[in-house]
């Protein structure tokens, strides 16, 4: 940076100085013309908590007038509407202030009629900005019961109740489950060997079970569906073959174990991925002789099965319909609805 000019530096000094010396000299000459003219009237005046209760107290400050009024919802408007010029009056008529109250739990009718026909969250309110209270804690709770059907595990008792027995895919853990779909699509060594040696090979409908990504579903629905499945069935007079439960596995699974036993139709009951209305939700796929490779509109599914969607019982009566029909076509999913139409 280039140093500062001196003489540059010099002449602003110079500048100031004089400015300083002019200030003086006008401050004296006002001084002297403001002693020369009458005193005035001090526009504060100030008392000491002696001399105040001698002198005369200005008149503002007896008069009963007070310096700052509160109006309450009553007599708020009822001022302003006097007409009267007051410095102290509110400039304009407001209307009487209401106070601030949480929506009314009454909702109009058609949200009420749309509630009773869907477990969605409508016409839950809010207070101000945010939701109730009781509606924020059903969500939490709801999110904390689809993570629980995520993580969660089959007990033991229910797999001896429908007298199963257990295999594994290639899934190490629940992680894994959620990361790798593809692993959870094909059996480990040890549940193969399992399956060859405890099931009946080519029966006519094979059964499996799965927890897929909600073992509530499985604990609260699978009892009844399977127990009306093998009732409906057996009306029929359709053979099924050894039913197994699959810890962790996907939908595709059906096509290795349809490799495996041979069967003509395969019946995969598995939970649902949980949302924030149900947890319990088990659905029901349905294949015709599933193969490797076999594609996802040969598939059929019935789905949303649970206590506030279809009842257990009724799907797992409604299902042996269905086998019947695919056995009786020799197809599902896509290929059902042409030759049925």
């Known amino acids: 940076m280039s140093p500062l000019n001196e003489q540059l530096v ?4 110079q500048l100031v100085v004089e400015k300083l010396g002019n200030n003086v000299s006008d401050n004296s000459t006002n001084q002297t013309t403001v002693d020369a003219e009458e005193p005035k009237e001090t ?3 100030f008392y000491d908590t002696v001399t105040s209760q001698q002198e005369e107290v200005p008149s503002l400050i007896q008069t009963n007038e007070p310096l700052i009024k509160l109006y309450h919802q009553e007599s708020f408007q009822s001022e302003g509407s006097q007409g009267q010029a007051n410095y102290f009056d509110p400039p304009y008529n407001v209307g009487a202030i209401q106070p ?3 929506e009314a739990d009454e909702v109009s009718e058609s949200v009420q009629a749309a509630k009773q026909h869907t477990p969605a969250r409508i016409g839950v309110g809010r207070a101000g900005t945010r939701p109730k209270t009781k509606t924020w804690l059903k969500f939490r709770l709801d999110h904390a019961a689809a993570v629980d059907a995520v993580y969660g595990e089959v007990t033991e008792e229910l797999l001896q109740k ?3 027995f257990q295999v594994t895919t290639k899934v190490t853990d ?3 489950y959620i990361t790798r779909p593809d692993l959870g699509r094909r059996l480990s060594e040890e549940g193969k060997a399992l399956i060859q040696s405890k099931c009946k090979l080519n029966p ?3 059964i499996i079970i799965s927890n897929g990504l909600s073992a509530s579903a499985i604990e609260e629905n699978v009892q009844d569906v399977y127990l009306a499945l093998q009732q409906s069935l057996s009306n029929l007079n359709i053979e099924i073959g050894t039913t197994f439960y699959i810890d962790k596995g996907r939908v595709a699974l059906m096509d ?4 495996i036993l041979q069967p003509e139709v ?3 009951l598995i939970g649902e991925r949980p949302g924030l209305v149900s947890a319990e939700s088990m659905s029901a796929y349905l294949c015709y002789k599933p193969r490797i490779g076999t594609v996802e509109a040969e598939r059929m599914v019935i789905s949303n099965i649970h206590k506030g969607g279809i009842p257990p019982l009724e799907a797992g009566a409604y299902l042996g319909t269905v086998v019947q029909k695919i056995l009786q076509y020799q197809a599902s999913g896509v290929d059902l609805v042409a030759k049925e139409g």
């Not at 010099?10 to 000094?13: C, D, F, L, N």
């Not at 290795?256 to 490799?259: A, D, L, M, R, S």
Request: no cysteine; charged share 25%.
């Open 174 to 176: 629940k992680e894994e």
């Open 100 to 102: 601030f109250s949480f």
């Open 162 to 164: 429908l007298n199963v």
């Open 10 to 13: 010099s002449m602003i000094t």
């Open 256 to 259: 290795e174990i349809g490799e």
């Open 266 to 268: 395969i019946v995969y």
């Open 204 to 206: 006519k409908v094979q």
């Open 43 to 45: 526009l504060i005046k």
